[in-house]
């Protein structure tokens, strides 16, 4: 057989007319046609050893075989399906590795367990591997994660999931029923995160001193209203106030209806201690608001996390390198919160509405005036409260201390007068800058 019966390379034959089909021309090649394994590999493109293993397998067989009539008579005719019946060995086999030793191994007592238990809980592989360390420390170090795994691919295992009867998705919240800021989302990102962040943009949050490190955020469930602060450390402090803010935010424009707030269990909130859970609803009694924690389930607080994203992808990235001092950082923060709650929403019931323009349709005509919320460094406007007052008392015990300890110090309370003063006014500014750019942009 010629040279002329392969047009094309080694691999691009074997796509065309198979791997076998390939191998056969080749074989014929060299016993029928006497052609060097050199000068064969050479015009297919493919090295002198993968044309030796061919020769190699054929030679493995007995002499007396059927092949032998067809590869030393390049003239006598074969279909495709003896070729595949009698060359079938040339093909290659699977590398895939045959078991691993560190799996559990096949119908063993310890897979038994994990295809009962999968039959009983129908759980995930990281599900039942929680289970089972809670129930027994002993059976972590038996079925470990990667175990697991194993048999639930071994076995073909996948977890039925229950479908509503219309077909629809289950979300967190009803949201055609529930009223504006009465379920709210509140968590903490670092600014600085190295998977979502380009790598001159990551080292520059993280190692600047001017900057601030943590981005606050509470999102409301019903409009997607977003208020944000930053600051440069965490802090349970600035957690009770910027939260105490924000409900004082929302009562200053007339919203009555109770709040309730989820969070996690984070040290920047309350740790997930019940007694402190406890402290913090009793203080937020007075604003009619509730705080509770997801009680470590992390996709409950799915929508303050998908914001983060946003922040990563339309704030710091396009608007990072612009950012070189606190003055600068403060404006663009400004500009990204009126920002945020004027772009349009794909989230459950929004159809495509900014946060305004939902608060607007839901009949408030204040909406302009909530999403205008105040850009804040909480360090900056809360930390003077640090020096002089103590969350942990009680209210009786600050009137106690107003009056033979402040008053006789009026230094001191116009010091900090003063201070709150000058905050106040820059942002106003802050305030009035960007909305002058948000009109020049548009």
Known sequence: MSFSSIVMSYKENC???????????????????????????????????????????????????????????????????????????????????????????????????????????????????????????????????????????????????????????????NYDKIGAFEYLQYD????????????????????????????????????KTRFLAWSYTRSSFFGYKFLEFVINWVRSHGIQSEIKIQMDMGCEFYSGSKRKQKKWNNDFKKYNAHVYDTEGVKWKQNLVERTHKTDDEEFYCPRGEKINTKTEFMIEGQFWIVYYNNRSSDGIGMNGKSPKEKLEELGFYNAKQICNFPCLILEDFFQPFMTFLDILDSQKNLITKSHYVLTPYPVVMSTYIWRFSKIIVIMDKCVSICQIQSKRRD
């Open 188 to 223: 903490t990102k670092d600014i600085a995160d190295m998977h979502a962040l380009p790598a001159h943009l990551y080292e520059k949050f993280k190692n600047s001193r001017i900057l601030p490190k943590i981005q606050w955020t509470i999102v409301d469930a019903k409009t």
């Open 15 to 173: 796509k065309a007319e198979g791997e076998i089909m390939t191998k056969f021309k080749i074989a014929r090649m060299y016993f029928a046609s006497n052609k060097k394994q050199k000068d064969i590999g050479k015009y297919l493109g493919c090295h002198k050893n993968t044309i030796n293993k061919i020769i190699k397998s054929c030679r493995q067989k007995d002499p007396n075989d059927e092949i032998w009539s067809y590869l030393h008579n390049c003239h006598l005719q074969i279909n495709l399906k003896k070729i595949t019946e009698l060359f079938g060995f040339l093909k290659h086999g699977s590398r895939k590795p045959k078991g691993n030793y560190r799996m559990l191994e096949a119908d063993s007592a310890e897979e038994k367990f994990i295809v009962n238990e999968f039959e009983k809980l129908n759980y995930g592989p990281k599900r039942l591997f929680k289970t089972l360390r809670r129930r027994d420390s002993g059976l972590a170090r038996i079925y470990t994660l990667g175990k697991i795994k194993g048999v639930y691919e071994r076995h073909k295992f996948k977890t039925k999931r229950v479908r509503t009867a219309s077909g629809e998705r289950r979300a967190l919240y």
